[in-house]
């Protein structure tokens, strides 16, 4: 697929379990972005990535969340001991900078119960 | 803090009807992006506009950028049922690297 891929579609865990959502960007794109979506919101940055740079984090609400990017592929969020308000769709984008169009993957939808 | 304030929240229309969603923010933006979410997907983009009082065109679809660079307006005519889902306004946040979203109007079209 030429797209932005996100698994799993869908994640129902308990309270205080620790999650991981991986994101797989378009071939070639240096740039990588994850995004929360709560219920009725809009979307809220959670952290960027660029190439080798060092990320951006200033979005992570917690020291729960983190997230790795291998070089320029695949990248995963991790969420530690997870919280019911942590339950929402988490999107990833990727972009060729300078360019500013992001594409979006499907999200991941997760459910804390 | 760099907010964008979408409204209306929720419209709910009668195929044929014309609408508008505005964008509205007290600072200003070098562009502004509209995207539609369909429910399970992720948003896509459907234009950006740059320079203050461009007014753009995609088929039934007429984009605004206000002349201050603070707000943006979505025109759709003739309204369809797939013009049904979520329209989202962003712009680029101060650092120049994520975009800062409004909450989205929900748009429903009936036939």
């Known amino acids: 697929g030429a797209g932005v891929s996100q698994s799993p579609s869908n994640k129902v865990t308990e309270k205080g379990k620790d999650v991981e959502l991986r994101c797989d960007p378009i071939s070639g794109h240096t740039a990588l972005y994850w995004y929360r979506q709560r219920l009725g919101q809009g979307l809220e940055f959670l952290i960027y990535?660029?190439?080798?740079?060092?990320?951006?984090k200033s979005g992570l609400p917690s020291d729960r969340f983190s997230a790795e990017r291998t070089g320029e592929s695949v990248s995963t969020l991790t969420i530690q001991r997870t919280q019911q308000e942590d339950s929402a769709v988490y999107l990833c984008a990727s972009a060729t900078p300078p360019a500013d169009t992001q594409y979006f993957g499907p999200g991941t939808r997760l459910t804390v119960l | 803090t760099q907010l964008l304030e979408q409204s209306p929240q929720f419209l709910s229309i009668q195929e044929g009807e014309n609408l508008t969603v505005y964008c509205n923010s007290s600072?200003?933006?070098?562009?502004l992006q509209w995207y539609r979410q369909e429910p399970g997907e992720g948003p896509v983009l459907l234009v950006t506009v740059v320079t203050g009082g461009e007014v753009k065109k995609l088929k039934r679809l007429t984009f605004q950028f206000g002349d201050a660079r603070k707000d943006s307006s979505l025109h759709i005519t003739a309204a369809q049922p797939g013009d049904t889902g979520l329209y989202l306004c962003a712009g680029e946040d101060q650092a120049g690297t994520a975009l800062i979203f409004g909450k989205g109007t929900t748009l429903s079209v009936s036939s």
């Open positions: 600072s200003v933006f070098s562009s």
């Open positions: 990535f660029q190439g080798n740079s060092a990320p951006d």
